[in-house]
């Protein structure tokens, strides 16, 4: 079975700009979640999709919005960037989202804002 | 807003030696997760634990879930180099099933 795949994988982008970050789960899985890591702050979860529908969410402004489409493959996407966003983005799937179920992580898009 | 705090943040030890890193919080989880990451990856899952009280033995890792559910260890017995890399727990929430994770612990083992 495929992982996990992100892309890009790499990204650079200036203040103010958007960006969407794209994630193919495995297959069969239905929930995708996206965390966000830095040096400072850890991995912090952004929100979680399953079956299209957005599930759970963290506690990040609403210039980071997400969804997931009908084959569970999920994008993210960071409007008005600012350089504080600079971070790896880390996307996860799981079978069902539930509270044992394995999470199984993709590589990452490391994004940078100048 | 569930907190949990790893320490120690930056470990680094001789081939041969033993380690323990500790993962705390003032609230109760579902479940604990343990991760390893090596740069340029994702996570990889090594262990979910439930029960409070919960010993998971994984060849030299050894893992403990607390009796209240609160806080969590990660024993390596011998270190290997191999073992390099960067550590973090995860707890579920009971309340809105988020999995919160610690801050991670880097660990370097010398050959």
């Known amino acids: 079975k495929a992982g996990v795949t992100q892309t890009p994988r790499y990204l650079i982008k200036t203040r103010g700009q958007q960006v969407t970050l794209s994630c193919s789960p495995i297959?069969?899985?239905?929930?995708v979640s996206w965390y966000q890591q830095t040096p400072g702050q850890g991995l912090q979860f952004l929100f979680e999709?399953?079956?299209?529908?957005?599930?759970n969410k963290g506690n990040f402004p609403g210039r980071f919005s997400g969804r997931q489409f009908s084959n569970s493959r999920s994008e993210m996407n960071v409007s008005t960037l600012e350089l504080g966003d600079s971070a790896l983005y880390l996307c996860a799937s799981s079978a069902s989202g539930g509270g044992t179920d394995t999470q199984y992580f993709g590589p990452g898009t490391r994004l940078t804002v100048l | 807003t569930q907190l949990l705090e790893q320490s120690p943040q930056f470990l680094s030890i001789q081939e041969g030696e033993n380690l323990t890193v500790y993962c705390n919080s003032s609230?109760?989880?579902?479940?604990l997760q343990w991760y390893r990451q090596e740069p340029g990856e994702g996570p990889v899952l090594l262990v979910t634990v439930v029960t409070g009280g919960e010993v998971k033995k994984l060849k030299r890792l050894t893992f403990q879930f607390g009796d209240a559910r609160k806080d969590s260890s990660l024993h390596i017995t011998a270190a290997q180099p191999g073992d390099t890399g960067l550590y973090l727990c995860?707890?579920?929430?009971?309340?809105?099933?988020?999995?919160?994770f610690g801050q991670g612990t880097t660990l370097q083992v010398k050959p």
């Open positions: 297959s069969g899985h239905r929930s």
């Open positions: 995860a707890g579920r929430s009971s309340n809105t099933g988020k999995l919160i």
């Open positions: 999709y399953f079956s299209e529908t957005q599930r």
């Open positions: 609230s109760v989880f579902s479940s």
